[in-house]
């Protein structure tokens, strides 16, 4: 068997164990298993086996993944998200729209303490849509506007999927951060004109005139401890008082605190926090620890490196190669989650970016990589048919039909490609933060 025909056999058994419903951790590391003893044997492989999950586990910085999971947690059940929401609306609430621009300001502001897309969709719904309904929002754009703006849990630092792009291409998690920022607010901005010309284009979806909430101390007081937090994390990690897993530490403990001063976190809720926090690290790190094992039979086919090669000496434009992996990317993430696809490809991919010529140093290009490929996994949880956050979303507004929350999502995902086709061609976009940082 060749190499590229073992390579296809591999992912081939992926996808068949994915289709049959297997956990896709499983799925990469069974058709992982499979590759490897038909190129080195059992013994290999077991061998192999033997200091994986150590080799793996020990890694301190996957210590920042349950970390920034807990801050999130903390977050969700300690009540930020109603105060967040009351002052985002009342800013917002002079526009037409501005309900729904809230909710996107909102997400915004919770993604900068969450780091989970699914984790900010939903708190922020449950606080946001029953008023948008009040309010006489069409579900379609409730819902098309809650599902984008879950996807800034992600974009708008901390973020899980950067954090693990980080450690798969030994970059400075800092300087990643630093470098999703702007693009992070130049969606959220963007959402928040797609929700401007929609409302216009569109009548119907959003009232003519709405009850202005008026922008008091008390809402004002209630985002202190998010503006806290994010200025104790960011402002410690950036000023180098810090790392940012111990930045993680302290953000979760501030947020901790902050629950607890809302006097919403009960002892039941507090428990959920780590329970949940646990499932969800035992579920990242079981899908590295198969990616592991998946990536190790590809190697060993040469086929990655091959692919590499191939790719430089076809001369195509850089940024032709970069189009063609996001496409790909946004293929993919019709059947995988954005942990899995990242796990996956990104050691393949990532050698093949970094033989390209951007006009960039080798970090430049690799954190510009990142932060195009964060662009893309948040594009994936909205675009059907999966859409992760849509669904989400659609469960909690049982009286919406999934079909109308797709329709509300359009004009996001037409803000998502344009935002990705200004920083595909402006690289400086994203780089523009790190040069002021040490």
């Not at 989970?116 to 029953?130: D, F, H, Y």
């Not at 940012?244 to 607890?260: D, Q």
């Not at 899995?340 to 430049?364: A, C, N, R, V």
Request: glycine letters at 10%; proline letters at 5%.
């Amino acid at each position: 068997m060749s190499p590229l025909q073992l390579s296809l056999l591999i992912f081939g058994i992926m996808l068949l164990l994915m289709v049959l419903r297997m956990p896709i951790a499983g799925a990469m590391f069974l058709a992982g298993t499979t590759g490897f003893i038909l190129q080195t044997g059992v013994q290999p492989f077991l061998n192999f086996l033997n200091n994986l999950a150590f080799a793996r586990l020990a890694n301190y910085d996957l210590s920042v993944i349950p970390l920034f999971i807990l801050m999130g947690h903390f977050a969700t059940q300690g009540g930020i998200s109603k105060a967040l929401f009351q002052f985002a609306a009342a800013v917002m609430g002079r526009f037409k729209g501005g309900l729904a621009m809230g909710a996107v300001l909102a997400c915004g502001a919770f993604g900068a303490i969450c780091g989970s897309s699914v984790a900010t969709a939903a708190t922020i719904t449950g606080v946001a849509l029953p008023e948008m309904k009040r309010h006489g929002y069409s579900g379609r754009l409730a819902t098309g506007t809650l599902a984008a703006g879950g996807t800034l849990g992600i974009l708008i630092p901390p973020s899980v999927p950067l954090v693990i792009y980080a450690i798969l291409a030994e970059q400075n998690i800092a300087k990643l951060f630093a470098a999703a920022m702007m693009p992070g607010l130049i969606a959220m901005v963007g959402y928040m004109i797609a929700i401007a010309i929609y409302v216009r284009l569109v009548p119907g979806h959003a009232p003519e005139h709405e009850e202005r909430e008026s922008l008091t101390w008390e809402s004002l007081k209630g985002i202190l401890p998010i503006a806290c937090i994010f200025f104790i994390v960011f402002g410690g990690i950036y000023a180098g008082f810090f790392t940012p897993t111990e930045g993680a530490a302290v953000g979760a403990a501030s947020t901790f605190l902050a629950a607890l001063l809302k006097q919403e976190l009960s002892w039941k809720k507090f428990l959920h926090c780590f329970h949940a926090t646990a499932m969800s690290s035992g579920m990242i790190f079981m899908i590295f620890m198969g990616a592991d094992v998946m990536n190790a039979a590809l190697a060993r086919t040469q086929v990655p490196a091959q692919l590499a090669e191939m790719v430089v000496a076809m001369n195509f434009a850089p940024l032709m190669v970069v189009a063609g992996i996001l496409l790909l990317y946004v293929v993919l993430g019709a059947v995988m989650d954005e942990l899995s696809m990242l796990l996956l490809t990104i050691p393949i991919f990532f050698p093949i970016i970094m033989k390209l010529d951007f006009g960039m140093t080798p970090e430049y290009t690799a954190i510009w990589f990142g932060i195009m490929v964060l662009m893309t996994v948040g594009f994936g949880m909205l675009a059907p048919p999966v859409g992760l956050n849509v669904y989400v979303v659609n469960g909690m507004a049982k009286d919406v039909p999934l079909s109308e929350s797709y329709r509300g999502i359009m004009p996001f995902l037409i803000s998502d490609t344009l935002r990705t086709l200004l920083l595909l061609f402006f690289p400086g976009i994203s780089l523009f933060l790190i040069k002021y940082l040490a």
